[in-house]
């Protein structure tokens, strides 16, 4: 089965598809040249960005609203096709994109949408925010947005989504690097809007546009300081390690880096079968949900020991509740795996036969949880899939400090008191979200800082008029000394 | 070329193998492939169950891994994919036992992945991988191979002195008949008689050395192996891989790394800034000291033509005694072969064409297979090939051309488990007959790593302190 997959250059689709690609589980697409269509997709003069400019705020949030009603999957032809291409390509169950891509309105409600402003100020997105600084000087400070290339991650539509909101916000160009693993909704989203208002400027500024990672002959010309400002690279190592090949100075690079996430129990949720039951429920959730493919999803839990004797014994008993209610998840949240590879697969049979060390339940399609005895966490932890928990005991909090470093992204707590008395702790560990247990995913980075960063504010470019002389500030040189 | 086989060899031939799949090495080739594949797979089958029986038994993994599948019986090839191991399994200890020197636990370990029975092992004394190395030789059969790449976690193969003995005389086997089937001068060699240096551009000694070294000499001679680079320290091999595992668990991790070991880290950069130089020194003493010689070269592809480009370079056409014999494998750095290079590198060399050999194989088995003048890899006869759907590791058909994730089971391995997953790229041709006349299935000659597929693919799950230069920022430091 081969799909083809257009280039959305600038309000343009381009389907000249006649570059072949192998998927991944048995499907090809093809694409257009990107090579031969780069001057359509680069803007042809920075001029060109003006228009955007000439819209007030309101016009964009306005803007924004209409094209929100337009993205009901029920009869918009693009999310369906995006849909297809979901079930095709990538390795989360096609449901789970199916309830993403049903619930992308709520990023355009004008609440959200406003939501979203304040986090940069909306003085500084609608024009110039005026400063009197001490020496009499008058600053003025706008956010603008610069020609970008977003380099998404794949496992579900929200980073094309996102993005879409993020660039019209700040009104600058965007150019999508479509990932492989999710071919649809960046193309879905540029269609959408080209039915809406195929001449307004913020149709004309978001393009998308498949290349193969890392296909030097065309980032060399595309990553150029002449074309773009700024990279901003979600994800993948082996793509941010390509792009920082690109990097050099007049190039900017906003990282949303691989991150995990990890959960500490505190002493006291082992005190009771009714605290053992309802932070079962909770983690089951944090590890289970979209079936563990992103950086909020937990695949260690440290769990620390209230030193009784027959902690372990509880432990082992804890992990299963876990991996019970898993199991007990609903069909939208969470399923067994489809496509299980046969080397994790080993890797788990392998530590179950360490029986010494190691307790593990389940280790199939359905997941697992492994419980390391001795209180040393598996080697692989940080690649844990397919709905696989590590639980490691550990004596007290120093103990499992030690472990955390700054590419744990969230840390769920439970009881909540752990919160409170580690937050700043973790923070310094390099923690860059902390949050009751249970609730990983819901987390909403666009008005929340995502990966430590306040994206919206990270992605434009701060831009600053000054006024010298309406206050006399004498020049330099005529400074009295 | 065909030759006529003798219907009386054959047919003592495939009665020998239904008892000793080994015995092939005592058959020219063109007997060993003379098998029609049905009945060829009959034998193997046969073997298979053999294998399989004894291991649900005597190897504590395969037993487990079995019952886990519910396994009781192999009816068919495809029956036993389930259980094969993969490069995860050789590497399922935990991390931590390697920093703390737990090597009583190692021992317990490796003793599960094969059928040799380690529990009289004493490793409570060994502090380094070399220790316990020189342990395992000493208490019991078990002559331990290591796989490591610069950074990924180290690999232990449990490999006995008696499974290493039969590959080196696979190896030998696979080497005179490649000579003899050269158009030209070259014959195979004599022990006693022919006394010809083995060329070998690797590590002389040490748990990742080429084995077949030793057997050279001990059949042809002392002094014949050229291997410059000495003695592989196992330990010091590892480092850069378990300052990576280590980094990934944070502080603790890092507290973990045995601190004696650390203290060597000058002498990896000393390693690594001498490598090359011998590398180099090698190839001096190939472009003057060996000339006109006759000599085996066992190398990269890349090193072969780099060697024959710089006789090129000088002018010099026929630079060896034309008896000469060539082996190399591995592929060109750029990832394709320059045009005409075999004929190239046969001028410069002096040598026919024929005499330069290609070869695939891989350390988990014991025998690797050759290219045959057709362009084609054929598999051995005690290897049953699969080729596995890449996605989902489902075998795919054994008929027609296949293209997917090459794996075998390896029916030479006697305590070892002989069924593995690779990570290649196979292409299989198992029904078309190879113009060279060997029966039998075949791979083509394009061969590469799955994974390359993937690599375009991005999620946001991840660490960035998977960082391949880990290791390098650490030792450095």
Known sequence: MQYQIPIVARGEVIEDCEVTYQGRYGADFSCPDPNKYLSSILLPSRREMEALYELTIDEVVDYLVAFGQRLDIADNPHLQRALELAEAFNDVPVYLIKGALADLQRFFTREALEAMIDTVGREHLEGWKTYHRATGRISHIHAFGVPTVHVIAGNGPSGAILTFVRNALIRGYAIVKIPSNELGTAVALARTAIDMAPDHPLTRSYSAVYWRGGDEAFERKLYHPSNIERIVAWGGYESIRHISNYVRPGIDLVTFDPKISRAILGAATLASEETMREAAIRLADDVGNGNQNGCSNCRLAYAISDGSEDFLEKLMRFGQMVFDEIQNLPPEISSEAIHMDAGFKSKIAMLSMLDDEYHVIGGDKRGGVIISLEGDQVDFADELKYRTLNIVPLQDYDAMLSFITRDVQTVGVYPESVRDELRTTLALHGVQRITSLGYMRHFDPSVDPHDGNEALRKMSTWVLAEDCMTNEVPAQWRKPR | ?477
């Open chain 2, 1 to 477: 070329m065909r030759t006529r086989v003798d219907p009386e060899v054959a047919g003592l031939y495939r009665q020998q193998l239904k008892d000793t799949i080994s015995c092939y090495i005592d058959y020219p080739e063109e007997v060993v492939f003379s098998l029609p594949p049905a009945e060829l797979d009959d034998i193997r089958l046969q073997w298979l169950r053999r294998k399989f029986d004894a291991a649900v038994g005597g190897i504590a993994i395969v037993g487990q891994m079995a019952q886990q599948h519910g396994i009781d019986s192999v009816g068919c090839f495809d029956d036993a994919l389930p259980i094969f191991y993969n490069q995860e399994t050789f590497q399922s200890y935990p991390q931590s036992w390697l920093e703390n020197s737990d090597f009583k636990r190692m021992t317990k370990w490796l003793g599960k992945l094969c059928a040799v029975d380690l529990a009289a092992v004493d490793a409570s004394s060994c502090e380094s991988i070399e220790d316990w190395i020189a342990v395992l030789q000493q208490q019991s059969s078990v002559d331990l191979m290591i796989s490591a790449g610069g950074n990924g976690k180290a690999a232990f193969l449990p490999r006995t002195c008696e499974e290493w003995m039969t590959a080196q005389r696979a190896t030998l086997w696979g080497i005179q008949m490649a000579m003899q089937a050269v158009d030209g001068d070259a014959a195979p060699l004599q022990s006693g008689v022919d006394r010809v240096p083995l060329i070998y551009p690797g590590a002389r000694a040490g748990a990742r050395s080429w084995r077949f070294l030793d057997f050279y000499e001990d059949t042809f001679g002392n002094g014949l192996v050229d291997a410059p680079l000495g003695y592989t320290d196992a330990d010091l091999l590892t480092l850069a891989g378990r300052i990576r595992e280590a980094s990934r668990k944070g502080e603790a991790g890092s507290l973990q790394i045995n601190p004696a070991l650390l203290a060597r880290k000058d002498e990896i950069a000393r390693l690594n800034a001498e490598k090359p130089l011998q590398i180099e020194a090698l190839m001096q003493r190939m472009l003057d000291d060996y000339r006109d010689q006759r000599i085996i070269f066992y190398s990269s592809m890349q090193m072969l033509y780099d060697l024959a480009m710089r006789f090129e370079q000088q002018g010099i056409k026929g630079a060896y005694a034309a008896d000469s014999f060539f082996f190399c494998g591995g592929g060109f750095v750029s990832g394709t072969a320059p045009d005409d290079w075999k004929a190239r590198a046969a001028a410069a060399l002096g040598i026919p064409e024929s005499a330069i050999r290609i070869g695939y194989g891989m350390q988990e088995s014991l025998t690797g297979m050759q290219m045959c003048d057709h362009g084609n890899y054929h598999i051995p006869v005690c290897m049953i090939p699969y080729v596995l759907d890449e996605t989902t590791d489902q075998p795919l058909p054994r008929s027609g051309r296949q293209q997917g994730r090459f794996a075998f089971f390896d029916l030479l391995a006697d305590t070892s488990w002989g069924g593995y997953i690779t990570s290649d790229r196979v292409t299989i041709n198992w029904d078309q007959p190879c113009g060279c006349g060997h029966q039998g299935a075949y791979l083509d000659a394009a061969i590469s790593r799955v994974a390359e597929l993937q690599d375009d693919k991005i999620g946001c799950a991840g660490t960035a302190g998977a960082l391949d230069d880990a290791a390098d920022f650490l030792l450095r430091a």
